[in-house]
Every structure is written in C-alpha cells, then in structure tokens.
C-alpha cells in the first residue's frame, strides 16, 4: 500500500531553514509528483509547491519562491522540502501529498510540525 | 490566483441530517475541484475529485456536483465520523487553491 512517511517535529528560532523529508513506499516514485501543503493553527490548508520525481520540475506558490526548495532523491525514495528564512508565520502543520501533477491529492503523509519560535 | 470561496463557514447538524456545503470559484475551472475531510490528529482525506467522482472506500453518502464556478458537497445520512472541516480545491490552474473550510460541529 502507498505510504507516505515524514520526519519528525522540528522547532526553529526565527530566520532559520528547515529540511522536512517525506519517504514514500508501496509504488515506483519516479511515477508521481510530491506536492506540499501546510496548515497554520486555526488555519485554512496552502499549496506550497509540487516537484515531478521524474525530471525534477518545480512549480512553487509565488508567495513563497525564493523562499522554498522542493527535491526529491530517486535512490531512496524520498522527497524534501527545505524553507529558508524562517517566521513565525511559517509555524504549521507541514504535509507532503502525492499526485502525477496536481489533479487531486489522494495519499498523504502523516504531517511534520514545524514551530518557530525565539 | 484563483479564489475559491466556500459557504457556509460553520453549520451544526444532527446524527441523521443531510447537509450541503458550497464552493465557488473566481473564475471558471470546469470540473477540476476536490473536496477533502480534515480531522484533527490526520492527514486531509480525499473524499470527491473532478467535481463528482468518489474516493474508492468513501461512503456513499458523500457525492459532489457542479461545474464551472458552482460547486456542491453533499452529506445525507450524516454519521458522528463525519463532524470534522471540510476543504474544497481547485486544480485548474496553479497555484493550487482550497476554500477557506466549512466547519461541521454537532448540534
């Protein structure tokens, strides 16, 4: 069965980076895309961006390119998304989701919670 | 950016109920809308995608209509599993969009 299993919680003061990896198993990865979608407390759900696993391709949310890097490593099956220059604005609850594109999110992973705080 | 706009923001319903929660877009996406269930605790569930189609192990008291700009979810029959926010999406046109959320509480 198709999982999606993302690493654990992370607290960072503002300014920094944050790398959160999302392992998928149960289906060839280079097949589908990884999308990210986060949710601030008390918040609504925001695409962050997609990467395709097959070639590389990025497409971001423009509120946050410059700011986003989303990768994917085919010899371990996992998919990254860092975010520089962290602000409080950026605590959430942070889910990787997968799609061939961006059709419709069928499989997600478990969520990362990433608090920034001084 | 497309807006999605979902109406209404909250609603109470009973064990039993059937309620109907909208979705709007700015501009038209044909049938490239999805609806999902947030709980908390979980990952967002897909319930309906393109407009109509049920998730493979979603109850059938789900269904989703509409096309366009004018989108409905439906719940008949609701269950207690089912109090929980729900999201619509749109995947016309990047960047991707969701609804603000309809939250569904027990009356």
């Known amino acids: 069965q198709v999982q999606l299993v993302q690493s654990g919680a992370e607290v960072k003061k503002p300014g920094a980076s944050v790398k959160v990896s999302c392992k998928a198993s149960g289906y060839t990865f280079t097949r589908y895309g990884i999308n990210w979608v986060r949710q601030a407390p008390g918040q609504g759900l925001e695409w962050m961006g997609w990467i395709s696993v097959y070639n590389g391709d990025t497409n971001y949310a423009p509120k946050l390119q410059g700011r986003v890097t989303m990768t994917a490593d085919t010899s371990t099956s996992t998919a990254y998304m860092e975010l520089r220059s962290l602000t409080s604005d950026d605590t959430a609850l942070y889910y990787c989701?997968?799609?061939?594109?961006?059709?419709?999110?069928?499989?997600w992973g478990q969520g990362t919670l990433v608090t920034v705080s001084s | 950016d497309i807006q999605m706009t979902q109406s209404p923001s909250s609603l109470s319903a009973s064990v039993g109920d059937r309620i109907t929660i909208t979705c709007r877009a700015s501009q038209r996406i044909s049938s490239y809308l999805n609806w999902y269930q947030v709980t908390p605790g979980k990952a967002p569930k897909l319930l309906i995608y393109v407009a109509s189609s049920l998730q493979s192990g979603v109850p059938s008291r789900f269904s989703g209509s509409g096309s366009g700009t004018d989108f409905t979810l439906t719940i008949s029959n609701l269950q207690p599993e089912d109090f929980a926010t729900y999201y619509c999406q749109q995947s016309y046109d990047t960047p991707v969009t969701f609804g603000g959320g309809t939250k569904v509480d027990i009356k």
């Open positions: 989701a997968r799609a061939r594109r961006v059709e419709y999110f069928q499989h």
